[in-house]
């Protein structure tokens, strides 16, 4: 009995030892217990520190400017609605853009009017200017090369950012820094202070980036980021693309010297994206690679050198999406199982932008004697289906699958030629205004000479409207075009006021207004007085 | 982490049944003789008087200790009248029946989530995502059940349903083997179970293991869900709707665009029949059944409980399957020592419904809606049978349990628990190519929610004198949270047979995990993890003085791993005083039974649900945009960026704490047969986290700052009262517990005395729960009456449009006139509960209320703002079956131009503003306990045999206009996609043996 007991009484005050040994051992592991590495999210102290780091924010930079043109279908909403070949099927907030009521309260419209997802970009591509040289020191695999080109595709994203937004909205607030961490609070820079910054920063990219990267460029040889010139052609900007992004800022700016230098660049520099390094060449389209989505050339339905300026949507890297395309806009059945498309091009406008009977994008095809579907689709229905761009999932030209993989393109060969000849015919060079303005039409079957062209600028811009029907240019080619010819008559009207485009364009009208919330969020801004 | 807890519980055991052999040395026992038999001492003490210590041998371990804590009878659940009830979750449980406790039940699909608000809102109630950070920590026998994370709203673009299963994880709790529910809301206790209940915390204790009783209880019920009343309507009536529309403002243009499915006026799918009920709502059983078994001897016992309940909706074939086991054992190898389990399993599988609305949100994927479902059943059918190809697979398994040693030596008693929850859910779900326009869809989710716990505590009494007490506690716990997710969602399978997204599953071969199946699915994978850690120390003492006056204090340390390095440590005290009034003042009244008055006051930390604040500056994934939320990168590779969507982070933010003050007087009068509480209550929750807007040329919309304070203050009463005692008639017992409630923004971050957050607006000064609304005034009929240049946010009104109330009289209708009206949370809540009983019937009816809500009757709201709704073609274009129907109390609204570009139907003015007050009599219960009829008693087994008849939802008193007040989604939308709260009718019986 007495063993027992005793025996018990070890075992209690063992176990009471235990028990005091455990409070002690909790209490031991506390401070490492409460450090949790997260695993969703990079901190200060994980990033900027490897090569990989570098790529991925300067990834986001691209990711979040593609973002910010398309976001709510934007780009098209935006450039292709006002005054524009459209009309609205239903959509209240469409019409309301299409009418010119820009303040109309739509939730969309109020996304739209709001700047900051391209602050967001600039905001990016400033960090990274500012932070990744950081890495130079930490990671031996990142050179001061592939440094220095980084930083001017950050640079020439954020010179592109500015431009994009000074053409929606005029005069922005100007930040050439990511003040990161803190708020402040700007009033807008005259347009013509962020067009002359955004031309610097474009400028000085443009003597550093390759015309190719990954590839066999001597400007930077070698694979980028481990990868070749066909992986990267159509995704990062080249010097072509920064080239094409200045001769657009300086036509918009009607300095059409700069344009036409810039673009005479461009165009003198095909050869570098031509058949080299293993990708598809750069150059000019044909209908196939327009419409139907041909493998090799086309820029919407591939990342291709096509693609000069622009963001891809590729499906095989899980991006198609609803939202971001025209097809959600234009797209309907047969095409895709949707009864009615949101907007489409009527008859007569058809008619009165094509007027050649040998236009191969929209003419009676004189072998079926039928109308070519290239660009509209049932063209003597009530609702012909503009399907110009139908890339869906992942790039047939109809399909179930309401997601879309079309890029937004910005600039192609044909767009940047165009806009070489509106240059030339803006400096009087006739001659070579025609040849560019040919040369971009030349695999449409039409062909234009002074003798049936008395109006070289029409033209051009006759041809813009139709070979870049759909591709987010139309507003911003009326406004150009207005500014060249500068002519009296009534532009638009405001409470039952006539207006002549140049009252229209001081009064402001030609920029949309700035959402109520930007206006809530910093006081400073203003109202953009037409809309005021 | 996980090899600390497994080698401390391996410890444990061994300390048990194996370390006894190993030290049974001559040196041990020779020094220690003496203190064992002062320990027998108090062993035999103990026998005489068990209050003394708090360890009895048949009552072991943390719950029973934890029951003790929470002295008081009136925050707890009248569990015998509830008991007959057929709830299927806690919530529903406790609805109207605790004091100061709101309970949103804003789907009867069961199985759905449910929202506890406890004392009033702690912070925004603007989001699915908000109401996370209210609820309150539920204690299942000392475990605080871990909740789903909302992390998954991250990768959601609609938050109408978390990705997963999104079960109500508390329909785990089976009122049948619950020996209490308590809510706990004072101040020192709170203190006491530390940071994971800064929200306050519903204390569940289960029946459980009990020395010398044997016991066997069997439980069950059958019933039906009955079907509603419904008026439902056809194309017809649509089509009259429309009709004074169009006469007043269509143009030509206006008539092309008439709904294509309303203009044919044959057309038999939408102008025949509309019948669509009868497949639509369904009498539908539900039953359950139970067994619970307690036996064992003083030193060791256990009890089992088994129960598989059926619990279904009325509406779209919905219900939910429930199985529970649970085991507890108690043990005392030694007088000094004890060791006690509990474990219990849970199993839910929900059967979903099949509403447009949901299967757009989870497939992201919004088909053309130009043709909505028919009204007619024959054509409804042929939609239902498609459904009959889907995969919905939703199942949640729950495991939790604790074990706990309580040793005494001495006057020492040292205990210690471990604890863990863990819950798993995974969700399969298919859809045919033929229900989405030709494309089909799969999607897998598997997450898990896991909690450890290491709890030990040192209690120690120290006796000044007889009249003087102290007792002290020490103690230290290790909490240790993950959450985890996958999930793919996929598109366009080869065909409607392929119901799975195989991936190949090879890592050493190029495709790995690429999907299989040829032709391919198109899939977006999501992956996420999130571990958290709370470490916490604390001591508390309690000094009594002979049993007239108590005062406790705690303080406690506690560190977060979600908190910034340098402060996620907060040390916080509590302090709490009784005083025995009857004792010290009225020892010989006959008024007072008893009469006492407490008051305290604690602070307890809140800790972050999400990690990202712990980071500081940081980079995520948010490369997308409003409709595509989930862009991971560009290029084919990932981009990482400030996160410019969800605000920035910034360096400074430290935890956010709860500030409680209580002052409770609670009596009984008339030899107890009247009992009566009254607390009042103030509580802030400061330094809390939100986001403030910045300029947008940052590149941000807000940035997250610490400082938001909000207080709730209040009043509860509780009555408790046997108005009738006749020992051979009639019994009437009432209990009524009433609550008010008043809650108020008191700061915001940096001095800010507004915010605006998407559609709602914050005022320092009003409550969070404030909707911002425009005022309606009518409309302006003619052009003439419009003031001349009254523009609304820059477009001119017109006739037609609504005469919105210009409060600064700008003539400019814009933000700046909208005003904070309404509150989405009640003034007033509670219940009232009555039994009566007459030999052996009793009848039990139970009516619970919610008075001052209002809520935004969205779906009139959509209704009259067709043109922009069927326009649209998004998520809240989407028409369900059941709005088919038209409701006994809808209002009707005046005539506005639907085409006008203000918008007029809009949803955020007064005009949809509605009072969604309510009382409803939540059940009635007649039943006869057989048992102590001759029939029974002869046997003299039957302890009880108790048959009974239940009816739940029996009516409901209300101005709201919609199906149902309390159909209102948590962020105060009412949209009438939910499904209906159902009658329920059951029979069953309870036998005791």
Redesign the interface.
Known sequence: MNYIINKRNNFYKISAAVFMLLIGVGNFSCKKIDDVASTRLATEETNWKTLEDAKANLLSVYGLLRSATVADNGHWVLGDLRQGDFTITNRADLKAVVNGQLNASYPVINRLTNWRRFYAAINAASLFVERSKEILALDPRYTKLNNDVDVAQARMLRGFAYFYMSRIWGDVPLLTSSHDGEFIKLARTSQQKVLAYATNEVLASAKVVPFRYGGTDPIMPGLYYGADWPSWNGIVFTRLSAYIILAHIAAWQGNYIDAANYSKFVLDNQSTQYFVDGANPLDYIDMLALTENQNNYSPFAYKRANLMVGFPFEAGNGLSTANGHIEQLTLASPFIPKSMPEMFVPKDTILKAFPNAADLRFSIDVVTKQYRTNYFYNFQSERPIFNKVKVIYPSNTSGNVTLFSSSMVFSRMEEITLLRAEALAALGQKEDAFNALNRACNLRGISFSPTTTPDLMAAIFAERRRELMGEGWRWYDIIRYNRIKNSNGVFAVKNGQQMTFKQFEQAGGIYWPVSQDVITANSSITQNPYWQ | ?VK?YTS?SF??FL?IFG??SL???KT??KT??K??FV?QQDTTKSKKDSSIYSIKTDTIGQMVKALQRFKTGRDTINIRSSAPVPNLSLQQIIKGNLAGVYVQEPNGEPGTEQSIIVQGASGLLFTKRDIYALQPAVYLNGVPLVQDNP?AFDVQKYDYNRIGPATNLLSQINIENVQSITVVKDPFELAKLGPNAANGAIYITTKNARAGLKDISLNSYFGYVTPPNVNTVNGVYENNFRKPFYQKYATAENYD?YA?YLRDSTNTAYYGPSNWNDLYYKNTPTFSADLGITGGSDRANFRFFGSGTKNAGNADDTKINRYNLFFGINMAP?K??TVSSVVNAVRLDRFRNKSLRDRFAETR????L??PLSPNAAIYSGFLTENDKNVDNNRSSILNGNLTLS?K?NKVI?S?SLIFDYNEGSRDYFTP?TLM???SYISNYFGYSQRLI?N?E?SYKYTIDKKNTIDFEVG???Q?DTYKYNYARA??GPNDYVKLNLVNGNSATGGYLNTLSSGGF???RYI??????L?S?YGSAKYSYNNIFELSAILRRD???NGQ?DS??VTTPAFNANFNLKEQFFKTSTTFDKLNISAGWGRSIRIFLD??Y????????E??????PT????????????P??SG?I?YGITLPYADRTNLTIDASFFNNRLNAAVTAYNRDDKNQIIGI?????????L?HKTGMNINNKGLELMLNGLVISKPNGINWNTSVNLNYNKNELKALPEGLTEV?NGDNKLVVGKPVGSFWLYTNNGIYGSNGEVPAGRT?????LKAGDPNWVDYNNDNRI??KDKVLTGDRLPKFIGGWNNTLAYKGFDLNFNLIFALGQKAMNQYESTRYGF??R????DINSVKEVSSWQTFDNEKTYPIYNP?S???AY?VDQDLFLENASYMKLRSVTIGYDFGKTTLFKKSGNFRRAYLYATAMNVFTVTNFSGADPELVNYNGYYDGANLTIPRTFVLGFKLDL
């Open positions: 982490m600390i401390v410890t444990l300390s370390l006894q030290y049974a040395n041990w026992h220690s003789d203190s064992y320990f992390f665009g294509s030694f000094w020592l994927y919004i088909p053309d130009s043709s040793a030596v040292l210690t190519s326009d030709g494309v290491m030990n040192a230290q716990s290790l240790g598109y366009n198109y899939v977006f996420d993890k999130e571990k958290n850690n470490m120390i560190g977060s791993s390095p996620r440590w990690d990202r712990a980071a500081g500056p940081q980079y995520r994934s490369n997308g945009w409003f409709e595509e862009i991971p990168g560009y290029g084919g590779r990932l981009g990482i960026n400030r410019y969507d920035f910034g807007p910045v300029p947008f040329e940052t590149g941000y919309g940035t605006i609304f946010n820059g477009i001119p814009d933000s043109i922009n069927e326009a649209g073609n085409w570009d203000v918008d809009r």
